[in-house]
């Protein structure tokens, strides 16, 4: 099966108040007036299943456009606000077979402006997880085990500027779930 969604939207706001990194690590917010937010969002999902197999890719796009309009400071109209990157991508892939089951993770932000004038920002970065895992059905419980690597490729990347986010890391999971008769 295949299906998707597209939305279209737009938001018009007035006296946004936008939170921002501060010295010594406060944020602080400002009033920074009006703010148009444009955007779109786009979805599919394809699912096959034959037999004890199946496959599911999931995939998302957004495009997000966050303005100032009513600026006084005329120079600062028009551009991207802080943290709100223009792109963010993600797609799943997840194969089933009986009980056994692996996904792979691509998550794609785009770059982030720091500064109100979009003189600095933080580069745009690629994130990808793998899972691997079981799930077992005995009697009145189910358990479902998997082992996870998060950050595959051990990138480097900040989600906020100078905050330095985790490397590869792995973990192992288990799910109990008791079920009433």
Not at 94 to 122: C, I, M, P
Not at 133 to 161: C, E, H, P, W
């Amino acid at each position: 099966s295949l299906s998707g969604d597209f939305t279209v939207y737009r938001s018009n706001i007035r006296d946004m108040i936008q939170w921002h990194p501060g010295e010594y690590s406060y944020w602080t917010a400002d009033n920074i007036k009006d703010v148009n937010i444009t955007g779109l969002e786009f979805s599919s999902l394809f699912s096959q299943k034959t037999g004890r197999f199946s496959l599911r890719l999931n995939a998302l796009y957004s495009l997000t456009l966050a303005n100032q309009t009513g600026n006084a400071e005329k120079s600062l109209n028009n551009k991207q606000l802080i943290y709100i990157p223009v792109h963010q991508a993600s797609a799943t892939l997840r194969l089933a077979y009986g009980s056994f089951y692996s996904s792979v993770l691509a998550d794609y932000t785009g770059k982030r402006y720091l500064s109100s004038d979009n003189s600095s920002s933080l580069q745009g970065y690629v994130l990808s997880d793998m899972m691997l895992g079981m799930k077992l059905n005995l009697n009145s419980a189910r358990f479902d085990l998997n082992f996870t690597v998060s950050n595959i490729f051990n990138t480097n990347y900040q989600a906020i500027a100078w905050h330095p986010m985790p490397g590869r890391s792995y973990s192992v999971n288990l799910l109990l779930e008791i079920i009433k008769k």
